[in-house]
């Protein structure tokens, strides 16, 4: 087993939006950590090409031979690889936006007798029942559930609930 995968999920991480220069089958590769798989301890790198497109290159955990940072990286590049694979529709939502959307979205499911509760540190998501989650911007998509007749019911709620409000 080689060194890298000694290492656990939590040491890989700290490699994440660093630039590094990999060794891997003999073969040098070299570019930003986006991602590393906690399992397969597997690397995704990107590199940002002058022309404004990027190249993503997946690097097997079992191949790697030796990670070297060599470079941390700033704020920018942090942002960038952040935010690579979000939609251009994709809009920010100020924390007055996200509270008005929750509260909302709260009473309307109290409204329609179901047992909602807010969860969390900030208190940002809500359980409905225990048995489902719903975290910002709280749309049907951002529903998690291992229950998935409940799941589907109240995303239904909630596309009911945005239509009426729209």
Do not use: F
């Given at each position: 087993?080689?060194?890298?995968?000694?290492?656990?999920?939590?040491?890989?991480?700290?490699?994440?939006?660093?630039?590094?220069?990999?060794?891997?089958?003999?073969k040098e590769y070299k570019g930003w950590v986006l991602t590393t798989d906690p399992v397969s301890a597997n690397i995704v790198l990107v590199n940002f090409l002058e022309d404004g497109s990027m190249s993503v290159t997946g690097i097997m955990g079992h191949a790697v031979q030796t990670v070297e940072i060599v470079n941390e990286g700033n704020h920018s590049v942090r942002e960038?690889?952040?935010?690579?694979f979000t939609s251009g529709d994709c809009k920010a939502h100020s924390s007055e936006d996200l509270e008005k959307k929750k509260n909302s979205l709260k009473r309307w499911l109290e409204k329609n007798h179901i047992p909602i509760t807010e969860q969390g540190d900030a208190r940002r998501t809500l359980c409905v029942a225990g048995v489902l989650t719903i975290d910002p911007p709280y749309g049907p998509e951002n529903c998690s559930s291992s229950n998935e007749i409940i799941l589907s019911r109240v995303q239904d709620l909630i596309q009911g609930h945005l239509a009426a409000s729209q």
């Open positions: 087993m080689n060194e890298w995968m000694k290492k656990g999920p939590l040491e890989w991480q700290s490699y994440t939006h660093r630039e590094v220069r990999v060794t891997a089958s003999e960038k690889l952040m935010h690579l």
